[in-house]
């Protein structure tokens, strides 16, 4: 029943992408497309999901596999609404995919990437003692929404062909997602 889903975003493209800084060829990769899921109030939720074109079908599917068993998304706003600030977003739990930044290392600079709940799942580094991040973020696999190894929704992400950032040499990134 549609009129009982909670609507967290409902940007136009045009807005999705305001302030982005990204050349055109790099936005006209881009699409915008609507998820829905269960979020940490039980309830339905719909946001959306600025990324990639050439992912768009999977990140679409992988989501409607969360609706369908359940899987906890606590929201999902493109970056925008966080003035393209990924600790902003990510401090907030926010799930999302394209953020514009250095194209050199980030898969999120061209869309090829999502990070799920990453208060969730903070990076927390393997080499060196740093803090994690989300600031204060304690990894808990009993929550709902959160990834592990065998985990159903990681099963489907790697079956797809993404790397999963549990891998990363330096860190664990679990909220981490990206495919070449």
């Not at 989300?134 to 959160?146: C, E, Y």
């Amino acid at each position: 029943e549609t009129d009982t889903i909670i609507i967290d975003s409902r940007y136009t493209f045009e807005e999705a992408i305001e302030g982005a800084n990204a050349p055109q060829t790099l936005i006209d990769e881009l699409k915008l497309i609507d998820i829905t899921y269960i979020s940490t109030d039980e309830k339905v939720h719909r946001g959306q999901i600025l990324t990639n074109k050439r992912i768009a079908t999977d990140i679409k599917e992988i989501f409607q596999l969360m609706l369908e068993q359940e899987f906890v998304i606590e929201k999902a706003i493109p970056i925008v609404a966080y003035n393209w600030s990924d600790s902003l977003s990510m401090a907030d739990n926010n799930t999302y995919s394209f953020c514009y930044r250095n194209i050199s290392y980030s898969f999120h600079a061209k869309g090829m990437a999502i990070d799920i709940n990453p208060r969730f799942h903070p990076l927390r580094w393997k080499i060196e003692d740093l803090p994690s991040q989300p600031h204060g973020a304690v990894l808990d696999t009993t929550v709902n929404g959160t990834l592990y190894p065998n985990h159903p929704i990681v099963k489907e992400f790697r079956k797809r062909g993404f790397r999963w950032g549990h891998y990363f040499s330096k860190f664990w990134d679990d909220h981490h997602f990206d495919k070449k």
